[in-house]
């Protein structure tokens, strides 16, 4: 079993959707939640940043940690053509060693 | 502009041959990285450096081998040991003490032909 898991996908939405990524863990000494964006050819880009449980928000996107069920999710609300990209959960005990899920690819139709 | 370039961004090697993919960051990070992505599979940890001279082997660590002389510079040589090297490299870089927010390069995609 993987310490993270997320579904591949592909997920695709018609423009203006709201979008739900998930990811489950294993590992309950995961402290910090991170949600990082990747376009295609590209390096992934830090998106939300999480310590603990509860929610955070940033304009239209939404993470949330329940490490209760460890599991978390994101969320994008009004979703745009320019979201599409492939979305990785990743996670960490402290500094150093992130744990990766395995990306969403998302595409969001005009 | 701060950042970390990669290079190079495409490569093409013959069975047999070692390759080294270039990283360089000019962020002032203590700690750098190199990951493997393949289609479904996210991100794997190769190796790692959390300061000059020190290194650690990630989760797939066979056949690549890396080496740290300068803060600024943390190079990762594909050897002809490693069974299935064509994939997209990530290099990444953060401080020392941080929890989570890796930055990360534009890849390089290595090719075996």
């Known amino acids: 079993q993987k310490e993270v898991e997320q579904d591949p996908g592909p997920l695709s939405v018609p423009e203006g959707a709201i979008v739900s990524l998930n990811c489950t863990y294993s590992?309950?000494?995961?402290?910090?939640f991170m949600w990082y964006r990747q376009y295609s050819r590209k390096g992934p880009e830090l998106l939300m940043y999480t310590y603990s449980s509860g929610n955070k928000e940033d304009g239209r996107f939404t993470a949330q940690v329940d490490k209760s069920s460890k599991y978390i999710s994101l969320f994008i609300r009004d979703s745009q053509p320019s979201d599409s990209a492939t979305y990785l959960c990743a996670m960490s005990e402290g500094a150093q060693k992130l744990v990766f899920g395995q990306g969403t690819r998302l595409t969001i139709n005009p | 502009d701060g950042g970390i370039t990669q290079s190079p961004k495409y490569l093409f090697r013959k069975e047999g041959q070692n390759v080294t993919l270039s990283c360089e960051q000019n962020l002032n990070h203590d700690a750098m990285y190199w990951y493997r992505q393949d289609p479904g599979q996210g991100l794997r940890l190769i190796y790692y450096?959390?300061?000059?001279?020190?290194?650690q082997k990630g989760d797939i660590a066979e056949g690549y081998s890396v080496s740290r002389e300068k803060k600024e510079s943390f190079p990762l040589t594909v050897t002809s040991a490693q069974k299935n090297p064509t994939a997209f490299y990530l290099c990444?870089?953060?401080?020392?003490?941080?929890?989570?927010?890796?930055?990360f390069g534009e890849g390089s995609r290595l090719t075996v032909l």
């Open positions: 990444a870089s953060t401080w020392a003490t941080d929890a989570g927010e890796l930055f």
């Open positions: 450096s959390q300061i000059v001279n020190d290194f």
């Open positions: 590992n309950s000494a995961f402290q910090y």
